[in-house]
């Protein structure tokens, strides 16, 4: 039972106190994913114009 407290505990805060659906937390994970995406692109340009 480990990893279902690990996995409740990753979840993310459900806004105005709704329960988050799996829909809404994986839509936050790409979303997450996409802004560490853009970041890495834009260090990488930043390094390759030096």
Known sequence: MKWLRF???SLPLP???APATYQ???FDKV????????ETTILLS?????
């Open 7 to 9: 996995f409740r505990s």
């Open 15 to 17: 806004r105005n106190n």
């Open 24 to 26: 809404e937390y994986r």
């Open 31 to 38: 979303k997450q994913k996409i802004n560490l995406l853009n």
């Open 46 to 50: 930043l390094l390759c114009n030096f």
